[in-house]
């Protein structure tokens, strides 16, 4: 996993390669706070396209699934933002993230990528841990056992304060 700082909307806004930003979603419909929110506003097709998705199906049957947006038209570099659909709730003091969803959620969105040579896979750093409550050594060690599953490498940006 390579650890930098930044902001992952930026790094993959710049993108040169083929781009995949991952971020956590409720199954609630709501992109209320931290990158999520940040997303909705900069993304508004990906919100339109969680929400269409949320609406299509019963809240508790998304956990573990994934929605994701191809971003602009360039057929050279696809620009991927997806979100895992990790957390059933979402609020304030306890953990909302559950981890074998989220696990599972990151694989389908791995499994669904276009098979090219080079693809950059961008995770926020502390995914699903703010309002999700996650414990982000738990959720490192999981993103640390997917690289070994499917050979790739996570981008994991930590936002600058």
């Given at each position: 996993?390579i650890?930098i700082k930044?902001?992952?909307?930026k790094?993959?806004?710049?993108?040169?390669?083929?781009?995949?930003?991952?971020h956590?979603v409720?199954?609630?419909?709501v992109m209320?706070?931290?990158i999520?929110?940040q997303?909705k506003?900069?993304y508004p097709t990906?919100f339109k396209?969680?929400?269409d998705?949320?609406?299509?199906a019963?809240?508790s049957?998304?956990?573990?699934?994934?929605?994701?947006t191809?971003?602009?038209?360039d057929?050279?570099?696809?620009?991927?933002?997806?979100?895992?659909?990790?957390q059933y709730q979402?609020?304030?003091?306890h953990?909302?993230?559950?981890y074998?969803?989220?696990?599972?959620?990151?694989?389908?969105?791995?499994?669904?990528?276009p098979p090219?040579?080079?693809?950059?896979l961008i995770?926020?750093?502390?995914l699903g841990?703010g309002l999700g409550?996650?414990?982000w050594?738990?959720?490192?060690?999981?993103l640390?056992?997917?690289?070994?599953?499917y050979?790739i490498?996570?981008?994991?940006?930590?936002c600058?304060?």
């Amino acid at each position: 996993m390579i650890h930098i700082k930044g902001d992952a909307l930026k790094l993959f806004k710049e993108s040169i390669t083929h781009t995949a930003l991952i971020h956590q979603v409720n199954c609630q419909g709501v992109m209320g706070s931290g990158i999520a929110k940040q997303i909705k506003e900069h993304y508004p097709t990906h919100f339109k396209d969680y929400i269409d998705y949320c609406e299509m199906a019963e809240a508790s049957a998304l956990l573990g699934d994934c929605i994701w947006t191809p971003i602009g038209n360039d057929p050279f570099m696809l620009q991927i933002v997806a979100g895992a659909f990790a957390q059933y709730q979402f609020g304030h003091n306890h953990r909302h993230t559950n981890y074998a969803a989220l696990t599972k959620s990151i694989c389908a969105i791995i499994d669904q990528l276009p098979p090219v040579d080079e693809f950059s896979l961008i995770i926020p750093k502390y995914l699903g841990c703010g309002l999700g409550g996650g414990d982000w050594s738990i959720i490192k060690q999981i993103l640390l056992d997917v690289e070994k599953m499917y050979d790739i490498e996570f981008t994991c940006v930590e936002c600058e304060s």
